[in-house]
């Protein structure tokens, strides 16, 4: 609305609230936008949760539960890389306030990949995991993906973001290093069952948002 057409009451109002504020006010549709992702994101947990109480997670629950989680992760991963390209061809700001749940589900399917192998899959053995580690480059790579993940998901908080200054940026680049490693290390899984279709895909998807970043960050350099 044009001042000239502004109340003297709105004036007033208008006038005393605060510019900062009124930049960082949440669109209505940001609180409803977050229950739909939180909800989104739980449905693959509730659905392994569902299959197991139903028996139908198939003749090895285990590695069901494993594939599931793993690719549940890859999943999150690459909508959260694409949140900031959305943004960016959508104008929507906001659009970056859900990139964090987004992050955080990806460390937790994660979380939980990484804990069914450890736990279900080799029972903590030290020995038959360092074997593993050592005789497959998936499980490697996969390890590999999973400890660069940890400090993303230490430092989500907006109260690290601010201690760790224009640090905190630089450290959470690496998540697309983790995105690639998570693609090897399904790719390389998926390999000895000569089975790459879905590994494809992914590595397309990866791709195109490291491409894009990359695209971006040699435009800005252009621009000066």
Known sequence: MPPSMLTPARAADAAARPPDRVRNAAPRWLAPARALVFA???????????FGLTDRLGANPIEFVTRS?????????????????LRRMTGVAALLRLRRMLGLFAFFYATLHFT???WFDKWFDLAAILKDVGKRPFITIGFAAFVLLIPLAA???????????????????TI???????????????????????????AAIVAALLGWRVAAWGWRRVRG
């Open 116 to 118: 069914t192998y450890l």
């Open 69 to 85: 989680t793993g690719l549940w992760t890859l999943v999150m991963l690459c909508v959260t890389l694409g949140v900031t390209p």
């Open 40 to 50: 989104a994101g739980l449905y693959p947990l509730a659905r392994v949760v569902l």
């Open 176 to 202: 697309y290093a983790v995105a690639l490693f998570g693609v090897l290390h399904f790719w390389w899984m998926k390999a000895g069952k000569h089975d790459l279709a879905q590994p494809k895909l992914y």
């Open 155 to 173: 430092t989500s908080p907006r109260a690290m973001a601010r201690r760790l200054g224009r640090h905190w940026a630089t450290l959470h680049r």
